[in-house]
């Protein structure tokens, strides 16, 4: 029996993963067959059959630069060959310490000690502990956690009870823990300070931390809020003795115009978890940096304050040198252009869509756009059929997009050219005229 052991009956890529894989937030009794994709380059995805993908979404708003962008490639290859892992208790080495320094220096300040993990829900999750250990070790246990309506923080367990309840989590409900919940900030903004107000009156004794998604409520349905609703939530935090959380996974690293949210909003949470484009989307890392006071809290003779939390593949040095190689392309001239140039031409192509009687709500933050497709069937929510529809149409177009039930966005890698994102609205744009046409 050898490791090709399948390949014998089969070579056909397609035939072994529909007998043998399970992809991730997949219906595999309804699902077409996944499209197999051999290679790619700048914003696109060359698939087996010779199809080429316009990638509009950065393959689930990890890529960053580019498809394969060959610096990044580079770094790993040449890290991999020098040290490719080892045990970072009692150990360390030049990529996680640079990569940390780097971070402490791009962030907002305060943020200086870096904890690293595999994703951005590990980052979460370290996150909470962090959060809820620091009080316990104060000897003062604060165990309600403060989070928003529609938000999104991972699919593990402290990442789903913060996130919104939703069907995604449903059957995992009595499992979760209760959590603080604030009115969706995107929609009523007033109503978010308010019950955060009467929430620190009522319980904010007993208020570990808050944790949001800043500026933008990405799976939520890319809805995006004000900065100074941020800043107003940040204030009472820090008037109140809240940790304020700030999860970054989605918006970090220039998705927002600004390297992160937090900075474009002038706010220093306490602490940041960053994932999804950190390594410009090559290998999978999380970050949970906090301010050094956080850190502190666990410095004791007394072992039992120790954060017991870590992952076999913390600071993995291959992926180390991915971040730091993504970061030095972040920090150009020519991205901080590429991300003006994209947000102007969603901001075109937005203005011209807006007044079609389909689209609801156009909006830009940075390189994000977003917009509500107007659908009778079932109301809105991720089950509309209106956003499969859509990726179905695009796809026979050569497009990649993913709409979040009836909220279309474009979230494309840094290279997208304007050409490409005149494809990307062309296909949106027929796909309206076709909905219009038909009565929908
Ligand atoms: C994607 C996402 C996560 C979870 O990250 P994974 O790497 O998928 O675990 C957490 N928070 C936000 C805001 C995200 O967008």
């Not at 700048?42 to 962008?69: F, K, Q």
């Amino acid at each position: 029996m050898t490791i090709d052991a399948g390949l014998d009956a089969t070579n056909d890529v397609g035939t072994l993963d529909a007998r043998h894989v399970w992809h991730p937030y997949t219906q595999h009794w309804q699902a077409p067959a996944p499209v197999e994709i051999v290679r790619a380059h700048g914003a696109t995805l060359h698939a087996r059959d010779g199809r080429a993908i316009l990638d509009a979404i950065s393959s689930w708003w990890v890529t960053l630069h580019g498809h394969a962008e060959p610096s990044i490639a580079e770094a790993i290859a040449e890290q991999a060959r020098t040290l490719e892992q080892v045990i970072f208790a009692g150990f360390t080495h030049a990529p996680a310490a640079e990569l940390s320094a780097a971070l402490a220096r791009v962030l907002p300040p305060g943020l200086t000690r870096v904890f690293l993990s595999d994703d951005g829900s590990t980052a979460v999750e370290a996150a909470l502990k962090i959060a809820l250990q620091w009080w316990h070790n104060r000897g003062e246990p604060r165990r309600l956690v403060a989070a928003l309506e529609h938000a999104y923080h991972g699919d593990t367990f402290g990442a789903m009870s913060v996130g919104a309840r939703s069907i995604f989590s449903a059957p995992f409900a009595p499992q979760l823990f209760d959590v603080a919940r604030l009115p969706d900030p995107s929609e009523d903004a007033d109503a978010t300070l308010a019950a955060f107000d009467a929430l620190l009156d009522a319980r904010g004794h007993e208020l570990a931390a808050l944790i949001v998604e800043p500026l933008v409520l990405g799976a939520g349905g890319m809805r995006m809020w004000r900065e100074d609703t941020l800043r107003a939530l940040a204030d009472r935090c820090r008037a109140r003795g809240v940790l304020l959380i700030a999860d970054e996974v989605m918006t970090g690293f220039g998705r927002t115009g600004a390297l992160f949210a937090c900075g474009r909003a002038g706010v220093a949470p306490d602490m940041i978890c960053l994932s999804k484009g950190i390594t410009g989307g090559f290998l999978p890392m999380g970050a949970t940096v906090v301010r050094e006071e956080l850190f502190a809290g666990f410095l004791s003779d007394d072992r039992t304050r120790t954060l017991f939390h870590g992952h076999s593949y913390t600071a993995n040095p291959v992926t180390c040198a991915a971040a730091l190689a993504s970061l030095r392309l972040l920090e150009s001239d020519a991205s901080t252009q590429a991300r003006a140039r994209i947000e102007a031409a969603h901001r075109r192509h937005l203005d011209a869509l807006g007044a079609h009687p389909l689209v609801r709500a156009p909006r830009v933050m940075g390189t994000i756009a977003a917009l509500d497709l107007v659908d009778a069937r079932a109301g809105g929510g991720y089950l509309n059929p209106v956003g499969r529809e859509l990726a179905t149409f695009a796809l026979e177009e050569g497009v990649l997009l993913r709409p979040l039930g009836d909220a279309c966005y474009v979230l494309p890698p840094f290279c997208t050219t304007d050409e490409e994102l005149d494809r990307v609205y062309g296909v949106i744009a027929r796909f309206l005229e076709g909905a219009r046409a038909s009565g929908a």
